[in-house]
C-alpha cells in the first residue's frame, strides 16, 4: 500500500480542524439548511399556483433549493482547504504530516466524505420536505428518475465542493475562490446558456445537474452530464495537489 494514502490518524485530525472551524462547519450544515429550506419555503408559496410554477422540468424543480445549496457547498470547500493557508497553519500541517500527497489526500477525502453525507441528507429531505408543499403537482417518491435524482442531489453537491476546493488549493484563497465560483455558477453560466448552444452543456453547473432532470435538454445524459462535472472536479484536484506538491509552505 502507497504511504501516500491516508490513514486513521490522519483523517481523525482534518475531521477535527473542520469540527472546530466555525465557518466550515457552518458552511457544511448550511448545505442542507439552505437546500431544504429554501425549497421548502418556495414550494409553500407558489407550489401550488399552477402547474409548471417551479420550472418546466417538474423533477428538477423538485430539487430547486440546490441552487443555493450548491454555494454552501462551494463555500465549505473552499474555506475547509484556505484555512491551511493563514498564519503558518500549513507548515504546522505538514509538520505533522510530511508526506504532502498524504496530506493533501486525507484533507480532501474528508471534504468529500462530508459533503457526501451532507449532500444525501439534502437531497433526500429535499425531496421529501418540497413535494409536501406541491398540492397535485406531487412527485412520489418512486416516480420516474426520482431516486437518481435524490442520489445524484447529493453527489452534485459533492462535486461542487470539491470542485472549489482544488481551486483553492491552487489560489490558496477562500475569497478569491468564491468570488470566482459563485458567479461564474449563478451569473456567467445562464449568460453563456442562453447563447453558447451546445457547449453550455458541458459547463459545470449545467452538466452535473442533468442527473436530476427529467427530459434532456441536450446530447448528455444524467449520469454522463454528472460525469462531465466530476471531470471538472478532478482537474481542479490534480491543480491543488500540484500547487500543494511544489510551492513553499
Not at 33 to 38: D, F, K, R, Y
Not at 222 to 238: C, I, R
Amino acid at each position: 500500500m502507497s504511504t501516500a494514502l491516508p490513514t486513521v490518524p490522519v483523517l481523525h485530525s482534518e475531521w477535527i480542524k473542520i469540527r472546530s472551524l466555525r465557518g466550515t462547519f457552518g458552511a457544511l450544515v448550511a448545505v442542507i439548511v439552505a437546500t431544504v429550506g429554501i425549497q421548502v419555503l418556495t414550494a409553500a408559496a407558489i407550489g401550488q399556483a399552477e402547474a409548471g410554477s417551479m420550472g418546466e422540468d417538474p423533477l428538477l424543480a423538485a430539487f430547486y433549493g440546490i441552487n443555493f445549496g450548491q454555494i454552501a457547498a462551494m463555500a465549505f470547500g473552499a474555506t475547509a482547504l484556505s484555512s491551511e493557508f493563514h498564519n503558518g497553519a500549513l507548515r504546522t500541517s505538514l509538520a505533522a504530516v510530511p508526506n504532502r500527497t498524504r496530506f493533501y489526500l486525507s484533507k480532501i477525502a474528508m471534504v468529500g466524505g462530508l459533503a457526501f453525507v451532507a449532500g444525501q441528507i439534502a437531497g433526500f429531505a429535499t425531496f421529501l420536505a418540497g413535494q409536501a408543499f406541491m398540492g397535485p403537482y406531487a412527485l412520489a417518491m418512486g416516480d420516474p428518475g426520482t431516486y437518481r435524482a435524490i442520489v445524484g442531489c447529493g453527489m452534485y453537491l459533492t462535486l461542487m465542493a470539491l470542485l472549489a476546493a482544488g481551486v483553492t488549493a491552487v489560489l490558496r484563497s477562500a475569497a478569491a475562490v468564491l468570488s470566482l465560483l459563485i458567479p461564474f455558477v449563478l451569473m456567467v453560466s445562464f449568460v453563456i446558456g442562453a447563447t453558447a448552444g451546445g457547449v453550455a452543456q458541458f459547463l459545470p453547473d449545467r452538466a452535473g445537474q442533468l442527473v436530476m432532470r427529467l427530459e434532456m435538454p441536450g446530447d448528455l445524459g444524467p449520469w454522463t452530464g454528472l460525469g462531465v462535472l466530476a471531470l471538472w472536479a478532478a482537474a481542479a484536484l490534480v491543480g491543488g495537489w500540484l500547487a500543494v506538491r511544489r510551492r513553499d509552505a
